[in-house]
């Protein structure tokens, strides 16, 4: 069964540098998407993506965060200068609408 | 926001007794999706049920949609220790809208 997949599955990094999630979709899905999950809360959405440009983004995706398609299957999630408050899971999704979204397993990102 | 919230929060029951959790949510959607989250893990897509339907099963899982009163219901009958998971519901507006999703509800099967 096609499912999507995530590296690293871990990344530490000090503040202040610059970090890339990666994310490979599954084939067919037209739709990406990025959440995050500090630890013992709730799962929040970040930003989607089709098309080849952002269609919807959250408070929280800033001017720090950017994502970016740069082939046929990967898709990446930069923040800039990473902070404290980055710390969390970061989930990427993608889908077929209107169908569910899948997610993977996860990058757990810790700024120390 | 389309914020939902599940509750309970937490759920302690049996191993074979059935478990009903609750979201709400405060806009119109097209679509509601259940997940479920274990520890420190992925979430693993449990059903999806649109906003023109009433109630929806897979297995021992069991659906429901009031869109008037905008909450929903997930019953799992049977239950099993394998089944101790934190689910949540996320409602879409549908397209490229992300989910949101509410704090969860955090199930223990006890053996």
């Known amino acids: 069964e096609p499912e999507v997949t995530q590296t690293p599955s871990h990344q530490v990094t000090q503040m202040g540098q610059e970090v890339i999630l990666r994310c490979v979709p599954i084939?067919?899905?037209?739709?990406f998407y990025w959440y995050r999950q500090i630890l013992g809360q709730k799962v929040e959405f970040l930003v989607s993506?089709?098309?080849?440009?952002?269609?919807?983004k959250s408070e929280i995706f800033d001017d720090q965060f950017s994502v970016e398609r740069p082939d046929g299957s990967n898709f990446t999630l930069k923040i800039r200068s990473t902070k404290l408050e980055d710390s969390a899971m970061y989930f990427c999704?993608?889908?077929?609408?209107?169908?569910?979204?899948?997610f993977g397993p996860g990058t757990r990102l810790t700024v120390l | 926001s389309q914020q939902g919230e599940e509750d309970p929060q937490a759920l302690s029951i049996q191993e074979g007794e059935n478990a009903t959790m609750n979201c709400s949510y405060k806009?119109?959607?097209?679509?509601l999706q259940w997940y479920r989250q274990n520890s420190g893990r992925g979430l693993v897509h449990l059903i999806l049920i649109r906003s023109n339907e009433r109630e929806k099963h897979s297995g021992r899982l069991r659906v429901t949609l009031d869109t008037s009163k905008k909450s929903s219901s997930l019953l799992i009958t049977a239950s099993r220790a394998a089944d101790t998971a934190s689910y949540f519901c996320g409602n879409s507006g549908g397209g490229a809208d992300g989910l949101t999703f509410g704090k969860g509800t955090h199930l223990i099967i006890q053996p």
């Open positions: 084939s067919n899905h037209l739709y």
């Open positions: 806009t119109s959607i097209n679509n």
């Open positions: 999704a993608s889908s077929d609408p209107p169908k569910e979204q899948f």
């Open positions: 993506f089709y098309n080849n440009e952002i269609s919807e």
